[in-house]
């Protein structure tokens, strides 16, 4: 436990603290090697909270100390070579990899599309669409086919046909036959985010011009918009209608809540036993009807008429009249409700989800178009066709290898920082990463696996520069890998030793036993008995002075309920409360009843003075104790190896008085 407590205090102590600060005064130096005063300030800021970096000479010094000791520990571990060792290198490189992830993208960008996402989860839009379905691989002929059909459809409703009659003709969406192209209410996140921007950048009744998603086309129009209404939390009663059910038993459920929200509603019976008496759901019969937390912009929704009902409900506890579904009839009670939260609140959440949403594609596409331009990218189209004919059918079903002519094929593709990939790693590239795929053509499917290739190597290009371009990455890098480091040479130097050094920590418990020792304590025997009559009999035996051993052989009869069982030790005031309350003298005890059938006594046979811990005794604290030993000797050793020397003149003018 030491070890971890150790570790956490030492990467919280130093936790960024190398970014560079304006002060490049030597403040002191360690084996030679310079700490400037701007990486002092900086952690001794940093690392005091609450006020406490007051600059005082006392303030000063002690971290001034911390800090010696901790450049004196990175001097030993950088002497050990500790870097090199194969375990932790692996773990600095997976370090490394997660945390360049953070920066292989446009942050600007990034940061502007949680913004929008928040702001747009202020408004939920109901909208209708006409679809034009298009693959988005589709070659340019068929991707004209449909842009040219939905240009049609957007006449039609220019020249004022109905938008819903042209969705019921000709939507390739197979719901518009019925909804007429009414897609209900949603919010950020809610749909596929060409068609969210679309919706959001519209006025309500705006038919906009064709949108291109994955899906095709779209004719986009804002029926109506409303301030978001929050998530709900709630719980429901079911009667569920029959499958298939006529008019008739559809009447017949509506009858049955009627009565069951009767008895609720004139207090002849609790919400909670309704729903266990009455409730066709049996998933959430057993909870007392409870549901997850929906609503237009959470991740869980209900059937418009569901959720409609529970959000006009006013009031947490607040029960609903029966509410029709097409399941059935619901009555819904209100058990909480939330509205929007602030920012800073979501800001986690909604960086997450834009993660994993296609729109991060965009901060993406921004940071690659970046790289190229920083870099002199530069492709050869002739390259590419030459590659381009040497694919055959095979590739589509994931099995394609390189040509024999392929390989050694020098011929440049393309040119990044002044580095020229060839037709040759870009089909070893193909081959190691294709599969099996049925939903592009031959081409698309190359294209597809040129722009991933073109995109790896310009973020294998960023990743390998961020240390030159980016300050802060290099910083957190240096400060991990401090730590590891630290960690490494702690355990060698100090935690382990200690643990496993028996004949040092006996011999530091001999150096120190007036450190470790009792206080004056009991040895007792605590009798407990199964029932008064075993306990008379082994009282008599106690006052005859018969051993403990002896009692239990005599009154514990194979086959008999009556038991007598006893602890024995040695104990503290404040060890064991039943020791505590007892006269601390030699002796018999009265006799206790601690329940109706169980009575305990106990035989104190002697009180013992204070008397030195065994190792085995105390060896927690020992041990602790001896690991902070081990540092301060350690330490000493390393401060004439590595002398510390402070300009004195310079840490006094830090000083505010």
């Not at 571990?77 to 290198?89: C, G, N, R, V």
């Not at 089909?427 to 597809?448: H, Q």
């Not at 081990?630 to 330490?635: F, G, S, V």
């Not at 004439?640 to 840490?651: C, G």
Request: net charge positive; proline share 2%.
């Amino acid at each position: 436990m030491k070890k971890y407590l150790v570790s956490l205090v030492l990467l919280s102590i130093f936790i960024l603290s190398f970014t560079p600060e304006s002060d490049n005064r030597t403040l002191f130096t360690v084996g030679g090697d310079k700490v400037t005063v701007g990486e002092f300030e900086y952690v001794y800021n940093k690392n005091n909270v609450n006020n406490q970096a007051d600059y005082s000479e006392k303030s000063l010094k002690d971290y001034l100390n911390l800090y010696e000791n901790f450049r004196l520990k990175v001097k030993e571990a950088e002497a050990m070579k500790l870097d090199t060792i194969s375990s932790l290198k692996s773990e600095l490189e997976g370090y490394r990899k997660q945390l360049a992830k953070s920066y292989l993208t446009d942050r600007e960008i990034s940061d502007r599309l949680i913004t929008e996402a928040y702001e747009r989860s202020k408004t939920e839009i109901n909208a209708s669409h006409i679809l034009v379905r298009c693959d988005e691989n589709a070659n340019p002929a068929d991707t004209l086919v449909a842009y040219k059909k939905i240009v049609a459809l957007k006449k039609r409703i220019d020249k004022g046909e109905s938008f819903d009659k042209v969705a019921k003709e000709a939507s390739e969406d197979p719901s518009a036959k019925t909804n007429g192209g009414n897609i209900g209410w949603f919010s950020v996140f809610g749909t596929i985010y060409p068609f969210e921007n679309a919706a959001y950048h519209q006025k309500a009744g705006e038919v906009g011009q064709p949108v291109r998603t994955e899906f095709g086309y779209h004719l986009v129009r804002v029926n109506e918009t409303r301030a978001a209404r929050g998530q709900i939390h709630a719980a429901h009663l079911l009667i569920r209608f029959p499958e298939k059910a006529t008019p008739g038993q559809e009447d017949s459920v509506k009858k049955r809540v009627d009565s069951v929200y009767h008895l609720i509603n004139t207090n002849k019976v609790t919400f909670e036993d309704a729903v266990k008496e009455f409730s066709d759901d049996k998933t959430t019969r057993v909870k007392a009807g409870e549901l997850q937390w929906f609503g237009t912009g959470a991740s869980i929704r209900m059937i418009p008429q569901f959720e409609d009902a529970a959000f006009a409900l006013k009031k947490d506890g607040e029960i609903s009249k029966p509410v029709k579904t097409q399941f059935g009839y619901h009555i819904i009670k209100r058990l909480e409700k939330k509205d929007m939260q602030p920012f800073s609140d979501v800001k986690a959440d909604i960086k997450k989800k834009v993660e994993r949403d296609t729109r991060s594609q965009v901060a993406k596409n921004v940071l690659i178009d970046r790289i190229k331009k920083e870099n002199g990218f530069t492709q050869f189209a002739d390259a590419k066709s030459n590659f381009d004919s040497h694919v055959d059918s095979s590739l589509l079903k994931g099995n394609w290898k390189v040509p024999e002519d392929m390989h050694g094929n020098s011929k440049v593709l393309f040119i990044l920082a002044g580095k020229n990939y060839t037709i040759a790693d870009f089909a070893d590239y193909v081959e190691k990463n294709s599969k099996r795929r049925a939903d592009k053509s031959k081409d698309a499917l190359v294209n597809e696996y040129y722009e991933g290739f073109v995109t790896q190597k310009c973020l294998d290009y960023e990743e390998s520069t961020l240390e030159q371009k980016k300050p802060e990455f290099k910083n957190l890098m240096k400060e991990y890998k401090d730590g590891i480091l630290l960690f490494e040479l702690m355990d060698r130097m100090v935690w382990t030793k200690a643990v496993k050094d028996t004949l040092g920590l006996e011999d530091f418990r001999k150096k120190n036993e007036t450190k470790y020792m009792w206080g004056n304590r009991a040895e007792v025997a605590i009798f407990n008995c199964s029932d008064k009559k075993i306990c008379d009999d082994a009282y008599k035996m106690a006052e005859k002075k018969k051993s403990v051993e002896e009692i239990k052989a005599k009154l514990n009869v194979e086959g008999s309920k009556s038991r007598v069982s006893a602890i024995e030790g040695k104990y503290e005031k404040g060890q064991y409360d039943v020791v505590d309350k007892i006269d601390w003298k030699a002796g018999l005890t009265p006799l206790n009843k601690i329940n109706d059938s169980s009575y305990q006594f106990i035989l104190v046979k002697q009180i013992v003075g204070p008397e030195p811990k065994s190792l085995k005794e105390a060896k927690g604290y020992i041990v602790s104790d001896y690991q902070e030993y081990l540092e301060k000797t350690w330490l000493e050793s390393l401060r004439s190896k590595y002398p510390i020397s402070v300009e004195e003149s310079v840490f006094r003018s830090l000083a505010k008085k």
